[in-house]
């Protein structure tokens, strides 16, 4: 059963930081490209970050430049979003996201032009003092 489940959220204080991790079961993580969303209260998902299969190129919204970085340990089967110097706006249910390869999609498009396979079932991210 192909699974993925996020861990690692909570409640944190402005300029704190958290690590998110998604542990995925029942298919080889180092064949997909992965992904993290958020979605916050009254507004649409929104991509946060991604990596490529090999973890050799990632992308990243604006608002997260410098501040999140996204990791992957195919051996391990884990995806992470390490999250630094967090704001009250990064406040959200994140989301990861898989996505098993059909066509060579660059991965600046990782949120606009991939239809994303699998996804977990989110995890809150509290930014508040």
């Known amino acids: 059963q192909l699974q993925l489940v996020e861990s690692g959220g909570g409640l944190v204080q402005p300029g704190g930081s958290l690590r998110l991790s998604c542990t995925v079961s029942?298919?080889?993580?180092?064949?997909?490209?992965m992904a993290w969303f958020r979605q916050a209260p009254g507004k649409e998902r929104e991509g946060v970050s991604c990596?490529?299969?090999?973890?050799?190129?990632?992308n990243y919204a604006d608002s997260v430049k410098g501040r999140f970085t996204i990791s992957r340990d195919n051996a391990e089967n884990t995806m992470y979003l390490q999250m630094n110097s967090l704001k009250p706006e990064d406040t959200a249910i994140y989301y990861c996201?898989?996505?098993?390869?059909?066509?060579?999609?660059?991965?600046?498009?990782?949120?606009?032009?991939?239809?994303?396979?699998?996804w977990g079932q989110g995890k809150q991210v509290t930014v508040s003092t």
């Open positions: 996201a898989a996505y098993a390869p059909r066509t060579a999609v660059p991965i600046e498009k990782c949120f606009t032009d991939i239809e994303y396979d699998w």
């Open positions: 990596i490529s299969s090999s973890g050799g190129s990632t």
């Open positions: 029942g298919f080889t993580l180092g064949y997909y490209t």
